[in-house]
């Protein structure tokens, strides 16, 4: 079975990501659903792939141009690993990435290579402030937003 686009954007996002901070940091969790940062330990990044945003490539033509927002959800356990976090992955982030087309075969999950996702435009990069008596998980809160387009090779 061959993933469809929009997974193989959020799943490339994932799996760069995962791999990046796993060689540059420690101890840090990367998930995909936001209901599961808040079962792994300190720090988790969640990241997304919302809002597709469609439109034709030319007038009269089927052609779609999609641009894609991936939200980076970022969970820390004090105000300065927030900042050096949220740095981090701006830095990482505006390299763009590889993207990987996923086809599954008897449980086996296989990436190809494919082309890359290109920032275009960061939307939000902001402290999450819910106040001081909130749950450990949304004291030190950051949010990254970005769109991105994939560009086959």
Not at 24 to 51: G, H, M, R
Not at 84 to 109: A, C, H, P, R
Request: glycine share 4%.
């Amino acid at each position: 079975m061959s993933y469809r686009e929009r997974r193989n954007v959020e799943m490339s996002t994932i799996e760069h990501f995962t791999d990046n901070i796993d060689s540059n940091w420690n101890n840090i969790t990367v998930v995909k659903a936001f209901q599961d940062a808040y079962k792994a330990p300190l720090p988790v990044i969640c990241i997304s792939l919302e809002s597709p945003d469609n439109r034709n490539l030319q007038i009269g033509d089927n052609t779609l141009l999609t641009d894609y927002t991936i939200v980076f959800d970022i969970f820390c356990k004090s105000n300065g690993q927030r900042l050096d976090l949220s740095q981090y992955l701006i830095d990482t982030i505006k390299d763009g990435w590889v993207y990987n087309t996923y086809t599954q075969s008897g449980g086996v999950l296989t990436p190809t290579p494919a082309g890359r996702i290109n920032k275009r435009a960061f939307i939000e990069d902001n402290r999450v402030d819910f106040g001081e008596d909130v749950d450990e998980y949304d004291k030190y809160r950051w949010r990254i937003s970005v769109k991105v387009r994939m560009e086959l090779s």
